[in-house]
């Protein structure tokens, strides 16, 4: 299994940096192309809109014909999350906005039993998704007002 990104030659462990950071008591994030998004009050809102804009990112290059690389969102720890936004996103583009929204209904029922880590943390990202459901639909959108969250 390749840990590289799309496009990527070397082993990227020699030179990647976590792209979740906090500074002067909140929470940002990076990306690969040095935008700064942030601040957020916590470290797990952080995580959420990053698992949106790595979720967009992948989707953009799959509609492009793109290869993704493997799992996505696997540097952060938050590739359970991306994977949910990923369904919500394939299912905005095949049904709808409203079907995307009863998808992440039926999906936080099939998880409200759940009490493990990776279950609560995609229930979070769904929640998120929500309510910023605008944003997830909108990448642009996303992009300006990622910076202000």
């Known amino acids: 299994m390749s840990s590289c990104r799309y496009d990527e030659q070397a082993n990227p462990s020699l030179y990647r ?18 935008t700064q998004f942030g601040p957020f009050r916590h470290q797990e809102e952080a995580k959420k809109a990053l698992a949106f804009f790595v979720a967009e990112n992948v989707y953009k290059r799959v509609e492009n014909g793109l290869n993704h690389g493997d799992r996505p969102g696997m540097q952060d720890g938050i590739e359970h999350m991306v994977e949910e936004v990923l369904e ?52 642009e959108l996303f992009s300006e007002n990622a910076e202000t969250a």
């Open 17 to 34: 940096s976590k792209r979740l950071y906090r500074a002067n008591g909140h929470w940002y994030f990076d990306t690969r192309e040095g």
């Open 88 to 139: 919500i996103l394939r299912c905005h583009k095949d049904f709808g906005a409203r079907a995307a929204d009863s998808w992440i209904k039926c999906r936080l029922e099939g998880l409200e039993e759940a009490t493990d880590a990776i279950s609560l943390a995609r229930i979070g990202v769904l929640n998120y998704a929500l309510a910023h459901a605008k944003q997830l639909f909108d990448p």
